[in-house]
């Protein structure tokens, strides 16, 4: 399985971003998506997590409200919508794909862990200015 992240760059406070993770490799299978990030000498955190059907959807608490995560999986694609961007979101930002079961269930905190993720794109870098 590969991730490939996209969509980052340069924006100014308040303004957008859409970030893009496209996952190619084994096929078939039931993946649950996240974004992380990471900001240099600090530990990556979450951001977001999808479940491969849906249902589920866990943000940070300090995004809430202003990004929304999707997906699309017969493009095999999960997306980051970033709107009301501020200083303090800016970091690389990772996607990341679980394997799960069909049937596995799991609360916010199982999300939360960056260890409980099989898969990681390449990261793309965030930038917004004040």
């Known amino acids: 399985v590969q991730l490939q992240a996209s969509g980052g760059g340069l924006v100014q406070a308040g303004g957008s971003l859409r970030l893009s993770c496209a996952r190619s490799?084994?096929?078939?299978?039931?993946?649950?998506m996240g974004w992380f990030r990471q900001v240099p000498g600090k530990e990556r955190e979450f951001v977001a997590a999808?479940?491969?059907?849906?249902?589920?959807?866990f943000y940070k608490d300090s995004v809430k409200g202003r990004f929304t995560i999707s997906r699309d999986n017969a493009k095999n694609t999960v997306y980051l919508q970033m709107n009301s961007l501020k200083p303090e979101d800016t970091a690389v930002y990772y996607c990341?794909?679980?394997?799960?079961?069909?049937?596995?269930?799991?609360?916010?905190?199982?999300?939360?862990?960056?260890?409980?993720?099989?898969?990681w794109g390449q990261g793309t870098q965030v930038t917004v200015s004040s």
């Open positions: 490799g084994r096929t078939g299978a039931t993946y649950d």
């Open positions: 990341a794909a679980v394997f799960v079961g069909p049937d596995e269930v799991y609360g916010s905190s199982w999300y939360d862990s960056d260890l409980n993720y099989d898969y």
């Open positions: 999808i479940s491969w059907n849906k249902v589920s959807i």
